[in-house]
Every structure is written in C-alpha cells, then in structure tokens.
C-alpha cells in the first residue's frame, strides 16, 4: 500500500511537468532551442545563412503540424496564435548566432539532450492528441457509417509528430530523401496506437477486432475451434498483468474525462522518451580520438543519426 502510493505521488509529479506544463511559452522555447541545436549539428547547417536556417527550423517544429492541418483542411496553428513563429525564430538566433549555447550543448549533450527531450514528448503528446481528437470529428462515408476512422486519427497523429524533420531532409538532404527514421517513427506510431486504443471506446473495439481477425491469430483459431477461448483466456490474463503493474507503479488504467485525457496524454509522452531514450546510438553524435579531440565523421554517417534524432 505504501509503495501504490508513493508512486501515486510519482504519477502526479510526472502529471504536472508532461501534461499540464504550468508555463507553455517557456517549454515551446526550450523545443525550439532543441529544433535548433538538431540543425545546427546537422551537415545542412551553412553559417551565415540566416533565412535558410529559420526556415529549418520553422519546417522542423512546425512542419508536422502543418500538413496534418492542410490534409484536414484547417488551418495550422503558427496561423492562428502570435507565439509559435516568434519563438521559434528566436530559438534560431541564440543557437545559431550567439557564441556559448552551442558550446554548451555539445559539452553538456547527454544531459541536456535527455531534458531536451522531454520537453520534446511533452509537445508531441499534446500534438498528437488534438489532432487525434480533431481526426475523430470529420465525416465518415455514408456507405460506412458505424465504421471509425481509426486509421485515420493514428495516421493524422503520426504525421503532426514525425512529418517536420522528414520534410526536412527530404528537401535539403537529397541522400536521405524517401527514407524515413525507422525507430522514432515506429515509437510514435505505436504511441498513436496507444493513445487512439484508450481515447474512445469505438476506437478500442475498431483495434480488438482487427487484432482478432489478424492473419496470425486466424491461424491459430483455424488448428482447431477451442482455441478461440484460450486466445482470450491469454489476453485477459496479459492484460490483468498490465493492470496489475499499473497499479504498482501508480499510473491510471482507465481514461475518463478532462484528467483521463491528460493522464493518457502523459503516459503517450513517457512511452515516447523511453523509446527515444533506447534509439541505437542515442549517446554517440562522434566519435572521440585517444587524444580527446573529437574526430571527424563523415556528412553522411551525421546526416543518418541526426535525422533519428529529430522527426
């Protein structure tokens, strides 16, 4: 009981600096500042090219976003406030045109990647969940009216937090053109998957269907009729395991209403770090000589690793 509920104590910790972040602008700084740092480490970056950078880094954060908007036909949100260009335009400029930040960065990396990095899951999670809720909104066909658009909202979700950088070197990278960062995409899909399985109950019963029909449990089921129970039988006793840990560590398993939306919204944020965190080479941007002096890496070798570390 005493540890259920210092981890609920956890829980709300986590809850106040993922999902309600008291102060917006400050944390939409500290991404931009990251949007910055990733471009400025990249072998696009050219100093002294002062429009090329903003617009970098204008794509980057914002690209995502932008093109989920105009495939949902509404406009983007640096339309529609007077903070997200702004800031961003700043987080270039002290990157980029001040001597010590940088410097600092690449002193600091893991640290302050890793903080950085929070920040990052904090607004992907936000993002994705308003343009999930917005997916969930639009029309379906006539001929298909009890059918959801599930795919629809994850793939909406997915593209608000990985199309920016994909854009992004697509256009100014040509080698990496038509490749996408496989691990960060697979970890914000799954973290759509995630978050469009617990948001809505038509959703949850739309993803447990397909499941059920999946090729790989149509084969079982088809080796004989009784396995149907016992597939059931596994899943229920996996998923009273997951409750079980859930409750353990303090974090919610049911999702109802304004607090339900953000818990799941912090917990989509945390799946997304731990999976980031785990990337292959997450910790080496170069490698370092005997004589402590950094050694120099190939553009294409910094291009790869540069493009997993941002979406």
């Not at 102060?23 to 700084?29: D, F, K, S």
């Not at 529609?80 to 335009?89: C, E, K, Q, S």
């Not at 109950?201 to 129970?229: E, M, T, Y």
């Not at 049911?254 to 818990?263: I, L, N, P, Q, Y």
């Amino acid at each position: 009981m005493t540890t259920q509920v210092k981890a609920f104590a956890v829980w709300k910790d986590v809850y106040q600096v993922i999902a309600a972040p008291d102060h917006y602008e400050t944390v939409l700084l500290l991404h931009a500042v990251l949007c910055a740092f990733a471009y400025r480490a990249s072998p696009i970056y050219e100093h002294g090219r002062t429009a090329k950078g903003v617009f970098c880094c204008l794509l980057m954060a914002l690209g995502g976003g932008t093109l989920a908007s105009l495939l949902m036909a509404t406009p983007p949100s640096w339309l529609v406030n007077n903070v997200d260009l702004p800031i961003y335009t700043t987080g270039f400029f002290l990157v980029c045109r001040t001597p010590l930040l940088y410097p600092i960065l690449r002193t600091t990396q893991p640290v302050a990647l890793a903080m950085l990095d929070l920040i990052d899951v904090t607004l992907r999670a936000m993002a994705l969940s308003a343009f999930q809720a917005q997916a969930s909104k639009l029309p379906t066909p006539t001929l298909l009216p009890s059918t959801p658009n599930t795919l629809g909202q994850v793939l909406i979700g997915t593209i608000s937090v990985t199309g920016g950088g994909i854009a992004l070197f697509w256009l100014l990278h040509p080698p990496s053109r038509f490749t996408i960062p496989v691990h960060d995409t697979v970890v914000c899909l799954l973290a759509n998957l995630l978050y469009a399985y617990n948001a809505l109950h038509k959703n949850r019963v739309f993803i447990s269907q397909c499941l059920w029909d999946s090729v790989p449990v149509r084969l079982v089921r088809s080796v004989d009729p009784g396995n149907d129970a016992l597939i059931l039988a596994l899943f229920n006793a996996f998923m009273d395991w997951i409750r079980a840990w859930a409750d353990v560590l303090g974090i919610p398993t049911t999702f109802k209403g304004r607090r339900g939306e953000a818990d799941l919204r912090a917990l989509c944020a945390l799946f997304m770090l731990v999976g980031f965190l785990l990337r292959p080479g997450r910790w080496a941007f170069a490698e370092k000589k005997e004589n402590g002096k950094p050694e120099k890496v190939g553009k294409r070798d910094l291009a790869e690793k540069e493009q997993e570390s941002v979406e």
